[in-house]
């Protein structure tokens, strides 16, 4: 009666609450699942960096004006001429020859003959040297060459180096390796010599040439702006001029050429006669007065200009001098305030940079920390599902040991009743 009564009990309450209680633990192992895969989705979409925009330069401070010296201030006849210091000395760069055969690229070559020809037109080869000078050497004896015929056999002693040589030199120098290079070059020479008497010629390229800049484009330029203040000093009987310039522009890579140009447009308000010592004074006064600052030079410069008129041809060197000096003492507190604005922009500017640069960093740090959250987050969604599901195996699997039990205990209950009939 007991055992008829327990597996009443059994049948009627216990298997139907452990029913419930195991579909209530699949049912939450299903949730989780859909959690852990929706979750899963979500750690495998890429997180986003946040934009750091960088806060506007503010606009620099402008600069106090310039203080101006009166031509009243000049006393030209009271003051003896001062010697000036010289120019920085002039660096020669040498290249050294090599006898070395290579390869040569032949493109461009019609052309860069056609700009020779038009430079041999202006240089004569029947009167100027071409060719240079020198003689053979024969390190054997000369019988080994006149047999053999072999370039081993002498050696080219040269004396003079002659236009031909100078190219040559002035191409490695510029690095002008190509055809279409070495055209450029030449045409840049052409324009400066073109412009000056046939006599002239040969000694302001042989200046041209000496001072050949190591930059191709910049070469170039130099010739340009020297082209272009030639016609202003059309009276001057010496081309020393020239080397000036070219010294000055192969000593100065940057300021070199926009110097020149600054001196070509200014060069005819100053008197005639006087032209060569104004660029001698504007050379010197470019290391002397101003420090290698051109924009300063230009400033001071330009004020000055416009007082030419009412002085002496005779006095113009003496006057731009005295007029350096003048706007120099003058303007003194107020480099001292263009040095602290600078100053304060430089601190400004470097102010934002640094906050840019901080807060991008900032950024950074939280975008891994956001990749490193998702890579954890899809971690532990994936044992989420694998431990949902292997939750929902092992409960399905002991349901059915339960369901097969019961069934085993209804069939026993049938044949039992069966029995007693």
């Not at 522009?249 to 020149?260: H, T, V």
């Not at 410069?301 to 005779?314: A, D, F, V």
């Not at 740090?365 to 956001?370: A, G, M, V």
């Amino acid at each position: 009666m007991k055992t008829n009564y327990f597996s009443k009990v059994e049948n009627k309450y216990v298997f139907n609450v452990s029913l419930i209680f195991w579909h209530l633990f699949i049912a939450l192992s299903t949730i989780a699942i859909i959690i852990s895969v929706l979750v899963f989705l979500w750690s495998i979409i890429p997180p986003t960096e946040r934009k750091v925009e960088k806060q506007q330069y503010p606009e620099k401070t402008q600069y106090p004006e310039p203080v101006e010296v009166l031509l009243s201030e000049l006393k030209l006849e009271e003051i003896k001429q001062e010697e000036t210091p010289p120019p920085l000395a002039q660096v020669q760069t040498t290249v050294a020859k090599t006898d070395q055969k290579v390869v040569e690229d032949t493109q461009g070559i019609d052309d860069y003959e056609t700009s020779l020809k038009s430079l041999k037109i202006l240089i004569p080869p029947s009167k100027y040297n071409w060719e240079g000078s020198g003689y053979w050497y024969y390190p054997y004896g000369e019988n080994y060459w006149k047999y053999y015929k072999h370039e081993m056999y002498r050696r080219r002693i040269v004396t003079e180096s002659g236009l031909e040589d100078k190219l040559k030199l002035s191409y490695k120098t510029t690095d002008a390796k190509t055809y279409p290079e070495k055209k450029k070059i030449l045409d840049g020479f052409i324009a400066v010599i073109k412009l000056l008497p046939e006599e002239k010629r040969i000694v302001s390229l042989q200046y041209l040439l000496n001072n050949s800049s190591n930059n191709l484009s910049q070469s170039i330029n130099i010739c340009q702006s020297i082209a272009s203040i030639i016609p202003k000093m059309a009276d001057e009987k010496s081309t020393l001029y020239i080397n000036q310039l070219a010294v000055f522009a192969k000593n100065n890579p940057n300021d070199g050429s926009p110097f020149i140009d600054y001196v070509s447009t200014i060069i005819d308000k100053f008197d005639i006669l006087q032209r060569n010592k104004i660029l001698d004074g504007l050379i010197n006064s470019y290391y002397y007065f101003f420090n290698q600052n051109l924009p300063k030079l230009t400033e001071a410069t330009s004020l000055m200009i416009p007082m030419l008129g009412e002085i002496k041809g005779e006095y113009h060197p003496k006057a731009l001098k005295q007029y350096y000096g003048l706007y120099l003492s003058k303007n003194t507190e107020r480099d001292y305030s263009i040095a602290q604005i600078e100053y304060n922009y430089q601190q400004t500017i470097s102010r934002i940079d640094q906050q840019f640069n901080l807060e991008q960093d900032n950024a950074t740090i939280e975008y891994q920390e956001k990749k490193f959250k998702k890579s954890e987050f899809r971690y532990k969604s994936l044992v989420g599902i694998g431990g949902g599901i292997v939750l929902i195996v092992i409960i399905a699997t002991l349901l059915v040991f339960l369901s097969i039990q019961r069934s085993v205990r209804k069939i026993e209950e049938k044949v039992s009743l069966q029995g007693t009939m």
